[in-house]
């Protein structure tokens, strides 16, 4: 199973072509995709038009959607953040740091196109889903 973030989650419903996305649509075949709730929410909320929020949603929908909020997981992402910038690595985001404590504590795999994500991976236990060369 992977996880799979917001930034390709946009670029998916955008039409953007990228390995990522390429990489969602297989997946998506072999029943492989969870979502998470913060990240439904984010990729819900940027829709502009109802019919687009509603299919989004219904496609959505299928998937297993887990929790990655909680006080436990803030904790742990405010840690992860702490370890982080004593290393001199700044995320830009909160929402990032619960997505990596959950992948990191679940041993999940997560499909991004965020750089702050592979400079996590870099010093913290963070697996990802790597470009396919060739």
Known sequence: M??????VWIDYFNGVRNWQTDALDAALTEDWVLTGDIILAEVLQG??????????????????CVRLGGKDMAIEAASHYRYLRSHG??????????IAAYCIRT???LLHNDRDFERIAQQ???????????
Not at 2 to 7: A, G, N, P, Q
Not at 47 to 64: I, S, V, Y
Not at 89 to 98: A, E, F
Not at 124 to 134: D, E, F, I, Q, S
């Open 124 to 134: 913290l236990p963070l697996r990802t889903v790597a470009p396919h060369t060739g």
């Open 47 to 64: 829709f502009d038009r109802d019919a687009d929020f509603h299919k989004a949603r219904q496609a959505l929908d299928t998937l297993e």
């Open 107 to 109: 041993g999940t795999t």
């Open 2 to 7: 992977i996880l799979v973030d917001t930034s």
């Open 89 to 98: 690595v700044t995320v830009r985001k909160t929402v990032d740091m619960l």
